[in-house]
């Protein structure tokens, strides 16, 4: 018995995850609108959401909200999506902020990141969000 189901579906997750690297905003809503789960996460933790922000790819970050990726997911290092965006100085993270990303969650919060890289931009826009 092989665990050949198994691998295909191990190489099947990786090239999501690779999308949401790269930014192919087209394949990836692909996948996700044939069935791919949103919110699906690595051994890491990292959702494609995550990644997306991270390897700054606001258009693909824009396609992942609008299909209810969720904004509160923190991956293994204590990272949230909003703080990706932060750290990358991208234009994702007003998305983020507009989609109601939580500025303090994460360990470092997106807050936190903006002010140890001295991003006073980002920092206004994670300040200028509404109350809750």
């Not at 959401?49 to 969720?70: F, N």
């Amino acid at each position: 018995m092989t665990d050949e189901p198994n691998a295909h579906a191990q190489v099947a997750a990786r090239r999501m995850f690779d999308l949401a690297r790269k930014g192919d905003v087209e394949q990836l809503v692909g996948y996700i609108d044939a069935g791919l789960p949103v919110n699906t996460t690595n051994p890491a933790g990292d959702t494609l959401l995550i990644l997306a922000a991270y390897y700054d790819h606001p258009e693909t970050v824009r396609a992942l909200l609008e299909r209810g990726a969720d904004t509160s997911v923190v991956n293994e290092r204590g990272q949230t999506a909003l703080a990706a965006a932060v750290f990358r100085h991208s234009p994702a993270a007003a998305l983020l902020v507009r989609a109601g990303a939580d500025p303090d969650l994460g360990s470092p919060s997106a807050v936190a990141t903006a002010r140890f890289f001295d991003l006073p931009d980002m920092l206004a826009l994670l300040e200028s969000r509404p109350s809750a």
